[in-house]
């Protein structure tokens, strides 16, 4: 918070005018006068009776600006010294404290980028090319769980694992179809979708948003019904970022038995693991939709000293107990052998624990960490694949892995099918549903801080993608939008993109959902105020 802590409980006979003076006086030195407007705008806009945005203001002089900004950093590519800045940092303790900063932002020319968990993949969430504020939701993060109407209330600075915490608090037999990662805020997670382990039983987290709390461009505090529902609609995988501040979802929970059952079967190519994953891909997308069986890829030393191969890792969880489980494997993918000693039954909680690679002696507080992984350098990409890929295409894949040092490259196969293709393509934003039989994410890591480092790397991401071109979705290429990927086009820089350059990356997150998406834009922001490389444009004649 600021060096100066200056309030009217502290210094009552000071007038308000006076304390906002005495804050630019310290303020000036290093701000300048282009931010005072900004900054006397925040004060006299702030309810000090409600609580003093005084306290949640980080210039660049503060002492704590660097560790707020750097926390969390989901992708160091983006904490380098030539990265871009905010001007300011606002930590919201208060609503109240987002109106004022979607207020002055727009009066004084300054874009905003909202932060839930820091973990845009491109760093959209707290870069920024022209002068700009970030908004750091972090402090935003209480969570009210109704077991009685198996409902909760979340604010959009928390994260996924303090949700699946407090639902855990409440219930053995409750649950939230949401991602692995429990470190992932759901401010952008929910509003880009949000998949997970229950994705094939319960849909996707956006399918399960009742309701939610958002500022508008003109600093409005709307619910759903104030809202419409064109807008309720665009948020719930549309992404908020490009339609106002999400400041909390309200969302109906799912009931899921006392005991669930989890594996992990790992092969190498030397254990026909090429034959395996061919034969995963007809199986996978068409078992129960209880079961949900993904498989993960890296580079590993081979039994034969000096070389290399491939680990798929076949890791699932299903909604029951083992004697069932097993007795569905040998009708649907016998190839893997599956036996009931491979096999682990737990509570759903513990499942959570489980994927996320979280050591079975920590305590389920290790969800509430949001420093639970390392930092480190990436690039991902994702794709949608709707036919089986060859075995010979998959064996090419492999041999790309070799390009790379070991363990830096994962890739990650989940399955469709189940309820996805139940639920229709305009349903919300999220448009991948029928028809695909399941994802790929790629991502490559690196530690080497060099400039030539990154180059490096992201050519080789770029070589796979195009090498896998032939066996994925074509007219468009889709992909996730919760997988940012700036390779796929980009908005111009200022508040103007046309809808027909928008649309060539639009069009692979969302389909035929992104006309829509326009539109609501076009009605809800005009002058595209809320705006990134890839927000939604609003229709301008052209």
Known sequence: MLQVQLTKMEWPSFSMSLLVSVLLSFWWATLGQTHEGFLRCLLLHSDDNVAPISNAIYTQNNSSFASVLDFPYGNLRFSTPTTPKPLVIVKPTHVSHIQATVNCSRKHGLQVRVRSGGHDYEGLSYVAQDSFVVIDLIDLRSINVDVGSKTAWIQAGATIGELYYRIAEKSTTLAFPAGVCPTVGVGGHFSGGGYGMLMRKFGIAADHIIDAHLVDVDGRILDRKSMGEDLFWAIRGGGGASFGVVVAWKVELVSVPPVVTVFTINKVLEENATKLVHRWQYAAPKSPEDLFLRIFFTDVNSTQEGKRTIQASFVSMFL??????????????????????????????????????????????????????????????????????????????????YEEKPGTVELIFSPYGGKMDEIPESET??????????????????????????????????????????????????????????????????????????????????????????????????????????????????
């Open 429 to 542: 934003p999220f448009p991948h549903r029928a028809g695909n039989l399941y994802k790929i994410y790629y991502e490559v890591l690196w530690e080497e801080e060099d400039n030539l480092a990154p180059q490096k790397h992201l050519d080789w991401m770029r070589r796979l993608y195009s090498y896998m071109a032939p066996y994925v979705s074509k007219s468009p290429r889709e992909a996730y939008v919760n997988y940012r990927d700036l390779d796929l086009g980009t908005n111009n820089k200022g508040n103007y993109t046309s809808y027909r350059q928008a649309s060539k990356w639009g069009v692979r997150y969302f389909k035929h959902n992104f006309n829509r998406l326009v539109r609501v834009k076009t009605m809800v922001d005009p002058h595209n105020f809320f705006r990134n490389e890839q927000s939604i444009p609003p229709l301008v004649r052209e």
């Open 320 to 401: 029951g107990r083992t004697d069932q489980l097993v007795k569905l494997m040998q009708e649907n993918f016998p190839e893997l052998r599956l036996v009931k000693e491979d096999c682990h039954e737990m509570n759903w909680i513990e499942s959570i624990i489980y994927f996320a690679e979280i050591p079975n002696s920590s305590p389920l507080d290790a969800l509430l960490d949001r420093n639970l992984y390392p930092e480190t350098f990436f690039k991902a990409k994702s794709d949608y694949v709707k036919e089986p890929i060859p075995e010979t295409a998959l064996e090419g894949l492999w041999q790309r892995f």
